[in-house]
């Protein structure tokens, strides 16, 4: 869709929630065929009275404060391509002047006598049922059937959960210095439901390679969100047969480990650091295939003190 709206110049509208990439899809739809620049205009963050001023420009005068003329967003955008993040958000009368522009290719800076023309690409996008705002009088009709020429609808994260290795593989080697997911972390982010979208996501990604120093990203390591999810899901039945599991490793526990049994140990968010340290161990040899020197290495630990802890979890050297 991104290659068919890059090879004309239709308007396109699109829509998704907070967080799915919608301003990367319209940079997508730009780059793809860069005639002209990109303006982006975010209509969530205009406020009050300088709204029109920063859409339209001003003339010299025409307010207190206007000591010079400016160049609105809508002349910048002039043979270019203009981005309307959050369409939704833009007031009614705004609404009224931008049709007018698309229209007729003119407008009239605040204050000023002289029309001038501006032609460009349109691209809005909103998180907002637009055709609901219609029905409720809060977006206009004609602007609305002049948006939706080719709409593109984004899924949210939560429908796509094939995209979830993908993407953070990419923000790994976009933030990361070599950091990989260990099996656990990936079944585990693959469970969460992502209200934030693919930003959440990348936020996630950055704080664990922020506060990881290692290069293995373990199951602990996720952010509370992830880790609030899981214990949530955990039932008596999870519960149960946690217990039967740990039973079976229960003779190759360290003694100075929490007894495996205890069913507060199998609830609880937190590990003993004894655990963790297992279970690094463990997840080291099975990230480098048996590979003990290379394990050592990840873990930040001499090949010696690896062989220690190993004999000292009883674990097969």
Not at 71 to 100: C, H, M, S, Y
Not at 211 to 226: A, Q
């Amino acid at each position: 869709m991104v290659d068919k709206l890059a090879s004309g110049r239709w308007p396109a509208l699109i829509l998704g929630e907070t967080g799915t990439g919608k301003e990367v899809v319209a940079r997508s739809i730009h780059t793809s065929n860069p005639v002209g620049s990109l303006v982006t205009i975010d209509c969530s963050s205009f406020v009050g009275p300088l709204m029109e001023s920063e859409l339209f420009g001003h003339a010299k005068g025409s307010f207190t404060g206007a000591v010079n003329a400016k160049v609105g967003l809508i002349e910048a955008a002039n043979g270019g391509t203009a981005f309307f993040d959050e369409i939704g958000e833009l007031p009614l009368d705004l609404q009224a002047k931008l049709l007018r522009v698309l229209q007729e290719k003119e407008f009239r800076p605040v204050g000023s006598l002289q029309t001038k023309r501006s032609d460009f690409r349109i691209i809005a996008a909103t998180n907002r049922d637009l055709l609901k705002e219609v029905e409720k009088g809060t977006f206009r009709r004609d602007l609305y059937y002049r948006l939706n020429v080719v709409t593109v609808r984004l899924a949210p994260l939560r429908e796509r959960k094939e995209d979830i290795p993908l993407l953070m593989r990419h923000f790994l080697t976009k933030y990361g210095s070599g950091h990989t997911f260990t099996q656990e972390a990936m079944d585990a982010m693959l469970s969460y439901e992502w209200p934030g979208n693919v930003r959440e996501l990348e936020n996630m990604v950055q704080q664990m390679v922020a506060v990881r120093t290692g290069p293995l990203l373990h199951l602990n390591d996720l952010p509370s969100p992830v880790q609030n999810h899981l214990f949530a899901r955990r039932g008596p039945g999870v519960a149960l047969a946690a217990t039967a599991a740990a039973g079976a490793f229960s003779t190759n526990s360290h003694p100075g480990a929490a007894p495996a049994q205890d069913p507060r140990f199998l609830e609880s968010p937190i590990l003993p650091l004894m655990e963790m340290e297992r279970r690094a161990i463990v997840n080291a040899l099975e990230y480098t295939k048996g590979d003990r020197l290379m394990a050592a290495g990840l873990l930040g630990i001499g090949r010696t003190t690896l062989y220690r802890k190993l004999k000292e979890y009883q674990m097969a050297v």
